[in-house]
Every structure is written in C-alpha cells, then in structure tokens.
C-alpha cells in the first residue's frame, strides 16, 4: 500500500487543461498524479493505494467516486475535492451533500497547490478519533444518506450507529448509550415523526429529523409542541446537522459568544489583504459580529483579511475585513462544532457595508427567533 507521504493526487474525469493543471498544481508539492476516467478503473486502483486527495470532476462520476471513498473508514481522513469552474452556492452544497469536502477552481494551479500543500503539512497529524461518551445513531434507508451523515457527525465528535427502519431505531434506542438520533423524514415504514412520538414513552434523547424542503412544513406541523427535536433541510450540508444537533444537546445558552451564530451557506470570496487574487470557500455560520468560512485553505489565526460574500436579507454583495480569531484544520482530531475552515471576526467594510451586513443579518436573526 502506497503510504499518504508519498503524496499521490488521484483524479478522475479529468482531461485536457484541467488534468495539465491538476498535474502542475501536484508536482509544486513534490505529488504524483494517477488519472482515471472510469469508475471501475478509480475503485480498483484505491484497492492498492492512499492518497493524499482525491480531484473529480461534478456530476455522477462524482457522486459514485464519493459514496465509494465515504463507505471505508480507511478513507475517512482523505479529503475530496470537486474541480469546478462554476464555484457557486449550489455546486458547494451538491459536494458537499456528496460527502465531499472542497471545491477548486482549476483555472490556474495555486488554488489546489494551495491545498496540497496545507495537507502535506498535516499528514502526520491526521488520525482517527477515540471513542466519545455515547453515540449518534443515524437512521434512513438509504445507506449513501446515512455513510455522508455519519461522517459529518464523526468529525464532531460522535460514535455512530445505523438504523434502516422504525423498528430498528426503537430497539437502538432501549441503549441508554444513545445521545442524538438523526432521522430521515421518510423512515420506514410510517415516517420519522412516527416514530420520534413511540420513542417518547421511553426515551428523551435528542432527535432532528432531516426532511427535503417539500415536507419540511408538513413535519413542522408532525412535531409541533415537541420538545428536545428540530428539523434540518435534507438539501444542505450534512454539517448544518451537526449545527443544529449541537443546538439541542448543548443549548444556545452555553454559547459565551456576544453574538448569536446562525447557520447561513453561502460562496465567500476571500484573500489576506493585500493579495491580488481572491480563493473561494464557503460560510457555514454568522453572526453580527462575524462569519466562519469552510475552506481547506484557511487564512493563519491573526491574519488581516478581505472577503466578499452575499448577506442574508441583503440585496446586494459586500465587501468586508477582519482579522482570522481561529482555524480548523482538516482531519482534526479533537470533535470539532465546525467543518474544516476559519472564524473571522468582522472589523470594517467598504462604505456602509458592515453596516448593510450587520443589518442584514438582524433581519435573519428576528426571523430565526
């Protein structure tokens, strides 16, 4: 098995340009690059291999190589990046819903160099979790569903369990073991709020039920006047469940932050200032006072940087800066409230923009509350 210090990038779908560029991008960190077009050449070839990441080009390609890598613990500290010209809300949301981790834009090599070379640096430090007190147990019929799932809730901290139907959960949740059960709306065979009311007249662990935004009204109106459960949108990032389940278990009232965060997705340009080119990642929360971008090229704690990105309830972009307050890298051992990323806390606009963000963002909040 080729070790992960040997720094082997593996694409797939990849031709032209984009894999010229992937290549230039590897070999300025001393990586070899194995390309592959075909689904069934990529598993066979991870049957001898451990990279150090893995470039796939969007689209169902994507989704299967994903689903694949997710399902072997061995992998779980392998990020996935996703090579996409168009880094917009949607594409993020779509990996990430995938299971994978990052996107990059392949017009040049210095965003995925960039990458490749932070993980290089923290390969010796990548290691599996111990076990936590209690555990998650994820419950779906769709196993991809529950393999992504799980994997966000791993990286926060949880041991996690599976369960494929209501008669399976009821009978994990007889463990007082259980902290947190992550339920698809359509759990089998009458629905997750079903069987949240049965699981009630035993146990009264934590639960949110994960529904697409179709039924999200209707199982609003399941649960209404329920205590200890909340409902996440089956369309966004598996991590927005670990925000909300985190919520629940913890209370908002153990957050000493001066300002309430709130889980808001959107693409976040950003740069240290200064630069002449702007990265791109991904806002998992903020708050009036500041944002955390998802990114597996974060700025270094107390760096002064620029971003841009579009407020909640704003008609328009804004231009911010502020200084990173902290980082969490990727493959973190230690249970993480956040995907790998940093928290920036705001200091100044362009005229009037921290103002239209923070204004923005109190409209978001009163309608949250």
């Known amino acids: 098995m080729v070790d992960p210090d040997d720094r082997l990038l593996i694409t797939l779908g990849l031709r032209d340009q984009a894999l010229n560029v992937a290549k230039e991008a590897a070999s300025l960190v001393g990586a070899a690059v194995s390309a592959y077009d075909d689904i069934k050449d990529f598993t066979e070839c991870l049957e001898s291999q451990m990279p150090l990441a893995v470039l796939v080009r969007p689209g169902q390609l994507a989704q299967a190589a994903t689903f694949n890598l997710r399902t072997q613990p061995r992998f779980a500290n392998v990020p996935i990046f996703g090579a996409a010209l168009d880094r917009s809300d949607l594409s993020f949301v779509e990996l990430f819903t ?32 111990g076990p936590g007190e209690g555990y998650a147990l ?43 059960v992550v339920a698809a709306d359509g759990l089998r065979p009458d629905g997750a709020a079903s069987v949240f009311r049965e ?4 146990s009264q662990v934590a639960w ?3 529904a697409p935004p179709k039924r999200l ?55 240290p200032a200064g630069r002449e080119v702007d990265d791109v990642g991904f806002s998992y929360n903020l708050s009036s006072g500041g944002v955390y971008v998802r990114t597996l090229a974060p700025c270094e704690v107390g760096q002064e940087i620029w971003l841009e990105l579009w407020p909640p309830r704003s008609e328009r972009r804004v231009r911010l800066a502020g200084n990173v307050a902290w980082v969490r890298p990727f493959g973190s051992p230690e249970g993480a409230t956040a995907p790998p990323g940093c928290g920036v806390q705001l200091s100044a606009g362009l005229a009037g923009d921290l103002d239209r963000y923070r204004e923005g963002v109190d409209v978001f909040e009163r309608s949250h509350s």
């Not at 799932?149 to 369990?161: D, I, P, Y």
């Not at 399976?168 to 949740?173: F, G, N």
């Not at 205590?227 to 089956?234: E, F, K, L, R, S």
Request: hydrophobic share 45%; with cysteine; net charge positive.
């Open 217 to 271: 009204a209707a199982c609003a109106a399941d649960l209404r006047g329920a205590t200890n459960v909340a409902i996440a949108d089956a369309f966004g990032p598996p991590e927005n469940v670990l925000f909300v389940a985190n919520d629940l278990i913890h209370g908002r009232g153990g957050d000493k932050r001066a300002a309430v965060r709130l889980l808001y997705g959107t693409s976040v340009s950003f740069r």
């Open 199 to 202: 699981s009630r007249l035993t």
């Open 98 to 129: 995938w299971g994978g981790d990052d996107l990059v834009s392949l017009v040049n090599s210095e965003p995925l160099s960039r990458r490749l070379r932070i993980l290089c640096s923290q390969t010796s430090a990548r290691v599996s979790q």
């Open 208 to 210: 949110v039920v994960v």
């Open 138 to 180: 994820v419950a779906g019929a769709d196993p991809q569903w529950r393999t992504v799932m799980a994997r966000a809730l791993f990286n926060g901290g949880f041991r996690v369990r599976f369960s494929s139907s209501a008669a399976d959960t009821l009978d994990e949740l007889r463990s007082d073991q259980v902290r947190l």
